[in-house]
């Protein structure tokens, strides 16, 4: 019996619940004291997973794609570890395996679902290498943090060189994540929607991977989905998107989603394009692994959103959608969910800066607000520690909103003398404690 496995074990556990007491997380807290108090528990916890290791990267859809993958796997009884509060650097994943282990310090799990943040792939990889890697998409997010997107991309093909033997699962329809597949030796398949969706009606979002990888030239589009996802080729050397082994064909978003994959159906009640892409990776990733299928409509019918994706509240008779917005391409695809609703409705948007969100909030005036005038809105409010900031965007596109710094006082204003129908957006440190908020109107406890 390892006495220091045993204390990492125990303290995490003791720290967890000492944090739920006083209404914090403490995730990752508990994974860094017990990486502390014995290095190698990661690497050893991971060891005795009894199946496969799936990590899930890329900058929008992590959360969504690793939690819904995780239910799949799960159906059929199969124990999984995952990282569901998507707490995704180090700490974090320490803290998904140690808080799974048993009070003996050891696992007894069949799969593990980890989402990793792609920095934090570099920290990981040495721990444990995993069997699948999905990545969803490759786009700008907090520069501050991560620098220009090819440091990203660098620090993502050193960890696919850790992992030779991975089998990566890429987004096709995106020229980075596909370029960083092809130009590592992993085997690698790609998943994608092979056939224009919507006609393109806004030619001024702002597009990542404008030139090739390869050569440099100038990329060209038959179409695009959105941001820089669509069917691209270099006139230059030829690059261009692969095939599809995972196409969704058919796609209809006029009630929830619906559309086919190797002639199977998928009918889901969800909202924003977005999450077809989403969906697609989970299905590519089971099939890659050989998990069953049959039941896949059912375990999407009754996935529980984590809190900040597509989460629904009812509060005194008013229906409250609380959704992240990081980063330009995820609040411009926010923005697209916010307008297939046509009835009219109030829109709160809380901007902060701390180091978590990114203290450079320069992004904002690459997202598509001027949209927001054709969303049948009756008021937006402006919140957090950058309301001013967010409230200067907006009047250089000439909407008006109100001001209000407190969250909970903009809720609270809405639901007595709104619409009835709240749309919040928020990036990532407001996320937490709106989501807190929120519980708490709705009479639960959070």
């Known amino acids: 019996m390892n006495i220091r496995r045993l204390m990492a074990v125990w303290s995490a556990r003791l720290i967890k619940t000492a944090c739920r007491l006083t209404g914090k997380q403490g995730v990752t807290l508990a994974g860094k004291a017990a990486l502390s108090i014995y290095p ?3 690497r050893e916890l991971a060891q005795e997973v009894k199946k496969d290791i799936f990590v899930v990267c890329g900058t929008n859809g992590k959360t969504t794609t690793n939690n819904l993958l995780a239910d799949l796997l799960s159906f059929d009884g199969s124990k999984v570890v995952c990282n569901r509060t998507g707490s995704n650097m180090l700490n974090g994943v320490v ?4 808080l799974s282990a048993g009070l003996n310090g050891h696992l007894n799990a069949d799969y593990a679902c980890i989402e990793i ?8 990889f040495p721990h444990f290498k995993p069997d699948y890697m999905v990545l969803t998409n490759l786009f700008r997010d907090q520069l501050d943090r991560y620098g220009e997107i090819d440091i990203t991309m660098n620090l993502l093909s050193r960890a696919m060189k850790m992992a030779p033997d991975m089998k990566v699962l890429v ?11 092809m130009d590592n030796e992993n085997p690698w398949s790609a998943y994608g929607i092979s056939t224009q969706v919507f006609q393109e009606e806004n ?5 990542e991977g404008r030139f090739c990888k390869r050569c440099g030239e100038k990329m060209e589009y038959n179409f695009y989905h959105y941001s820089q996802l669509g069917d691209y080729y270099c006139p230059g ?3 261009k998107r692969p095939s599809l082994e995972f196409d969704g064909t058919n796609v209809d978003l006029n009630d929830g989603i619906a559309f086919d994959v190797n002639g199977f159906h998928i009918k889901a009640n969800y909202r924003g394009f977005y999450n077809v892409y989403n969906i697609l990776a989970v299905y590519g990733a089971a099939s890659l692994a050989g998990v069953p299928l049959e039941h896949f409509n059912e375990i999407l019918g009754n996935y529980k959103p984590q809190f900040g994706r597509n989460e629904l509240f009812q509060i005194s008779g008013t229906k409250v959608m609380l959704n992240l917005a990081k980063n330009p391409a995820g609040f411009n695809q926010n923005i ?10 109030d829109i709160i948007i809380l901007i902060n800066d701390n180091s978590q969100d990114g203290t450079d909030v320069s992004w904002l005036w690459d997202v598509d607000f001027d949209r927001l005038k054709d969303a049948n809105a009756a008021s937006i409010t402006v919140c957090g520690l950058r309301c001013q900031d967010m409230r200067l965007r907006l009047k250089y596109v000439d909407i ?11 809720i609270t204003a809405k639901i007595k003398t709104g619409t009835r129908n709240l749309y919040v957006l928020v990036n990532y440190t407001g996320l937490y404690s709106t989501h807190n908020i929120l519980k708490k109107m709705e009479g639960k406890k959070s």
Not at 95 to 98: E, L, R, T
Not at 117 to 124: C, K, L, P, Q, Y
Not at 171 to 181: E, M, P, V
Request: include cysteine.
């Open 400 to 410: 008006p909103s109100e001001l209000e710094p407190d969250i909970e006082k903009a």
């Open 40 to 42: 190698p528990i990661l």
């Open 117 to 124: 943040d792609e920095a934090s792939t570099v920290r990981v």
């Open 336 to 345: 697209a969910a916010v307008m297939t609703d046509s009835s009219p409705k």
């Open 203 to 207: 030619t001024k979002e702002i597009r």
């Open 95 to 98: 803290s998904a395996f140690v």
């Open 237 to 239: 050397c030829g690059f």
């Open 171 to 181: 987004n096709g329809d995106d020229s980075l994540s596909t370029y960083l597949a």
